[in-house]
Nanobody
Framework: VQLQAYGGGLVQIGGSLNLSCAVSTRTISMYTLGWLRQAPGKEREFVAGISRGGGSTSYADSVKGRFRISRDNAENTVNLQMNNLEPEDTAVYYC??????????????????WGQGTQVTVSS
């Protein structure tokens, strides 16, 4: 499985960005997908996850109500709509795929496959 995230950039406080991730697999519906991020000097942390069929989602408390994760299994993509961005959201964002958990894991170590990240910078 290969994943490639894109859509990052520089945005002002309160702005919006939409991240997308292309997932190269013929069996995307077998994977729980998630977005995680890593800020300088910090550990990678869970941001949002979505179940295999897309019917369930989970969010970190810090992004609830501002971010929305979605997936399109026909297009092999997972997206993260980020609104009302804050400086604390500045990080490299990664998309990940979890083949085995069967639920939305909030532990970065549970994600088996990662893509190259995309930088999001929120300026004041």
């Amino acid at each position: 499985v290969q994943l490639q995230a894109y859509g990052g950039g520089l945005v002002q406080i309160g702005g919006s960005l939409n991240l997308s991730c292309a997932v190269s697999t013929r069996t995307i519906s077998m994977y729980t997908l998630g977005w995680l991020r890593q800020a300088p000097g910090k550990e990678r942390e869970f941001v949002a996850g979505i179940s295999r069929g897309g019917g369930s989602t989970s969010y970190a408390d810090s992004v609830k109500g501002r971010f929305r994760i979605s997936r399109d299994n026909a297009e092999n993509t997972v997206n993260l709509q980020m609104n009302n961005l804050e400086p604390e959201d500045t990080a490299v964002y990664y998309c990940g795929a979890d083949r085995w958990a069967g639920y939305i894991s909030t532990r970065p170590s549970n994600y088996d496959y990662w893509g190259q990240g995309t930088q999001v910078t929120v300026s004041s």
